[in-house]
T-cell receptor, first 116, second 114 residues
Framework: AQKVTQAQTEISVVEKEDVTLDCVYETRDTTYYLFWYKQPPSGELVFLIRRNSFDEQNEISGRYSWNFQKSTSSFNFTITASQVVDSAVYFCALSEVYNAGNMLTFGGGTRLMVKP | DTEVTQTPKHLVMGMTNKKSLKCEQHMGHRAMYWYKQKAKKPPELMFVYSYEKLSINESVPSRFSPECPNSSLLNLHLHALQPEDSALYLC?????????????FGPGTRLTVT
């Protein structure tokens, strides 16, 4: 059975610090997809990135970067030069290709607080 | 346009009331989802509709009744709810229900059952 673990429940940083959110997953499938979502206080989950299991290239998008390491089953998310607007709960999620209905397995979430 | 809209934003209902939550998307997506999220927890999947047909029901009590009148609209009918059903109800959609497709979420309806 699949499982996603986000060991950090809460992280607090001061603005402009770099911060890394950890995500470790378990799956028996060879084909799967990993996602990161951001949930600000308003409640809506915002899609940030999708990565498939065959693409281990790291990705950078502005201040955001993602490090996918299949060998350690990790898909970590780094925010560089954090800003107050980055304060939110961040969820890592896994979807297996043989799952019917695109069922996402979510991690427990990491609450990031960026203080001015 | 990657917008999923949900109405109402907030709903307070008594245990004997009947109410409905509405979700709409105009992205041409053919899969739509209902999730329930309790405070400080991740979203929990309730239902999946694929091409307007219910494909997954995650053992949700019958007091929650989903409906997909067309490919853009998803409703959740509520009847005889319990206080423990108070939560944020999120709707999402994706191109299809294949695993590779990211889901786009609406802002949610915050439901309080009194």
């Amino acid at each position: 059975a699949q499982k996603v673990t986000q060991a950090q429940t809460e992280i607090s940083v001061v603005e402009k610090e770099d911060v890394t959110l950890d995500c470790v997953y378990e799956t028996r499938d060879t084909t799967y997809y990993l996602f990161w979502y951001k949930q600000p206080p308003s409640g809506e989950l915002v899609f940030l990135i999708r990565r498939n299991s065959f693409d281990e290239q790291n990705e950078i998008s502005g201040r955001y970067s993602w490090n996918f390491q299949k060998s350690t089953s990790s898909f970590n998310f780094t925010i560089t030069a954090s800003q107050v607007v980055d304060s939110a709960v961040y969820f890592c999620a896994l979807s297996e290709v043989y799952n019917a209905g695109n069922m996402l397995t979510f991690g427990g979430g990491t609450r990031l607080m960026v203080k001015p | 346009d990657t917008e999923v809209t949900q109405t109402p934003k907030h709903l307070v209902m008594g245990m004997t009331n009947k109410k409905s939550l509405k979700c709409e998307q105009h992205m041409g997506h053919r899969a739509m989802y209902w999730y329930k999220q309790k405070a400080k927890k991740p979203p929990e999947l309730m239902f999946v509709y694929s091409y307007e047909k219910l494909s997954i029901n995650e053992s949700v009590p019958s007091r929650f009744s989903p409906e997909c009148p067309n490919s853009s609209l998803l409703n959740l009918h509520l009847h005889a709810l319990q206080p423990e059903d108070s939560a944020l109800y999120l709707c999402a959609s994706s191109l299809t229900s294949g695993a590779s497709y990211e889901q786009y979420f609406g802002p949610g309806t915050r439901l309080t059952v009194t």
